[in-house]
């Protein structure tokens, strides 16, 4: 089509000098000539993926992993609000634009629950087991199932407000603030404790402690 034409020779696959009967050629490609050589050569070759340009992006990424789950390890078991300070934390370090670190600071805190199953798996699994036969445990699941419902109820009425207002950086860092003085407060106070196990509560003691918790 450019007007260029080449010798068909140059292209031409050499015949072999002998073939048997019944039994294909067999070519030798160091026979080829140079030219078509080459280009056979360059449409078999298999690049090998870089991956240096990925290594700082990696690197930087780790980090910011290992970042959140120290403060999401040494908050979580703490008298302070684990959610705010990961929300912090994203700001600081311009993550909370990316939905893959917002599912990310979601998902480690699946470390903590764990954590809490595995100490207290033989009470936990005791329940499990009694929990048709036992009145305290049944009740006990009753009572874990009522300080759920108030946070679905909310979690499903006001669900984008909490995402859209509370979730605000200056929110957060208010809420913490005046959360520390109720802490300090409470702490202060001479309160007797009228239950010693979370078996024994009162059912309303139970949808109690979920209210507080959608508070807090």
Known sequence: GNGLRTSDSEYSVPKPDKQAKGHLPILNFTDLPLRQHDEWATRTRVEEPSISSDCPQMLADLLKALVLG????????????????????ERFMDLDRDNFWKTFAVMIQLGAILAILVIYFGRLWRVALGMFSDPAARRFVIGVLLAFFPAVVLGLIFGSFIKSVLFNPWVVCFTLIAGGAVLLWV??????????????????????????????
Do not use: N, W
């Open 70 to 89: 120290i403060v999401e390890g040494v908050t979580e078991f703490l008298p302070v609000s684990s959610t705010g300070h990961l929300l912090l934390v």
């Open 187 to 216: 702490d202060q106070q001479d309160f007797k404790p009228r239950y010693h196990d979370a078996m024994a509560f009162s059912l309303p003691m139970y949808l109690g402690i979920g209210v507080a918790q959608c508070a807090a």
